[in-house]
């Protein structure tokens, strides 16, 4: 997932005011009873309130055995982080590929995990032949097509998908707020419900979500944009479009305000839609903390536990995954690095495979969650 300019500066900048008092993981002053169970897994902290836990799959990561080991014993739901976007799959107009997909699909159901699809439309990760191929006089049949091959493929053995992501950009100018894409360009912005159609039609019992990043903060360019996507959610719900969740990729940095009034106002609203919601994506940025490894470790941790102990309270909220488990093979190592060149460290476990403070907190805030 690329940062656009904005997520960047409005990300990285220092937050305003204290953040919310709590506890943390043993290590950093966790208090002894609200500690996670170190002998469960994180999926076992989850499963017992009736949430469904899991991580992004990677094909080359899964090649470690030690990694492999730890995501198996950890999680219950994967996702490819790439395998099933549009690049990988599609070599040649005429051709798809499923090998990473398969693969990554085959491990899931190996470890007794679900399966997940990410993503059926994006503007990113296309392959080099899309844009001199793909017009506004085939765009339509071409988005369908490829909707229709990719999800009857996977038919009765996907948990959901994400079927549209990141379509929206209030920046853009639009008064609905949709991103200026392709899709949007050449189809109109009827291809969102033109694409959960398709998605429901080749596999009736896949849920359906809309994916969405930078919608969590508690700033007025990130309330600006749940607005559109309450909008747009609203519209699709009343249209009897066949959507069933809204994925929040939780791609925080550790120094955003999150947890306010307005997201809380907004998780109602959508959980008013009969709408479930996902964290899809999660992970914590130290890439501008400051200070020792233990003491942005701390941070990370609280706001793993600030932010989770928020969502959890709504009961629509039915799973929550990581943008991979270990910092070894975190995607931020590429794509924001920290400036001092020391490495990022935004997961649950370090780069040698050991849980980090925010393991702790995970696990604190799947158990002092109400059951769903």
Known sequence: MALSRREFLVG????????????VPRSEGLSTSTQGDSSKSLAEHAAAKGILFGTAL???????PAYANLVASQCKIGVPESGLKWEPLRPAPDRYDFGAGDYLYQFSISHGMKYRGHTLVWEQALPPWFHNTVNAGNAKAMMLDHISVVVRHYAGKMHSWDVVNEALEPDNGRPDGLKNTPWLQMIGPEYIEMAF???????????????ENWLEPEDRPTEKKRQAALALLTGLKKKGVPIHGLGLQSHLFAETVVGGPNLARFLDQIADLDLAIFITEMDIRDQHLVGSVESRDKTVARKYYEYLSFMLQRKAVKVVMTWGLSDRYTWLSQFSPRPDGSPVRPLPYDADLKPTPAWNAIAAAFDQASER
């Open 12 to 23: 990285s900048a220092t937050a305003c005011g204290t953040l919310l008092a709590m506890t």
């Open 58 to 64: 990677r094909g080359s990561a899964l090649k470690d």
């Open 197 to 211: 159609h398709a998605a429901h039609e080749a596999d009736p019992k896949a849920m359906l979500i809309y994916n």
